[in-house]
Nanobody, 124 residues
Framework: QVQLVESGGGLVQAGGSLRLSCAASGRTFSNYAMGWFRQAPGKEREFVAASNWGGGRTYYTDSVKGRFTVSRDNAKNTVFLQMNSLKPEDTAVYYC?????????????????WGQGTQVTVSS
């Protein structure tokens, strides 16, 4: 049974930082792409950041470039999302996902496994 478990969400003031973690189990994901998405109330799920299988290539949506950093520790089957300079518009449920592809993947339809999500709330 494949499981992705996110952690690290919470309430933070604007300008603050959070680090999300996503631990994978049930399969070794070191050969596959991993990504982060978010969904705010009343909005569709949107792409945030992604990493290729080795972590050497990353991609970000424009609104988080320069503030968020995706990284991974393949030895621990874990991917991270460091979020700095948070803004109220970053408030959402954040999901990690795994795609059985090796390159950077930005479309949710190409991800096979999803976590349950973790809430991030940024107060103004």
């Amino acid at each position: 049974q494949v499981q992705l478990v996110e952690s690290g969400g919470g309430l933070v003031q604007a300008g603050g930082s959070l680090r999300l973690s996503c631990a994978a189990s049930g399969r070794t994901f070191s050969n596959y792409a991993m990504g982060w998405f978010r969904q705010a109330p009343g909005k569709e799920r949107e792409f945030v950041a992604a990493s290729n299988w080795g972590g050497g290539r990353t991609y970000y949506t424009d609104s988080v470039k320069g503030r968020f950093t995706v990284s991974r520790d393949n030895a621990k089957n874990t991917v991270f999302l460091q979020m700095n300079s948070l803004k109220p518009e970053d408030t959402a449920v954040y999901y990690c996902a795994v795609s059985l592809r090796t390159g950077v993947v930005v479309t949710p339809e190409r991800y096979e496994y999803w976590g349950q999500g973790t809430q991030v709330t940024v107060s103004s």
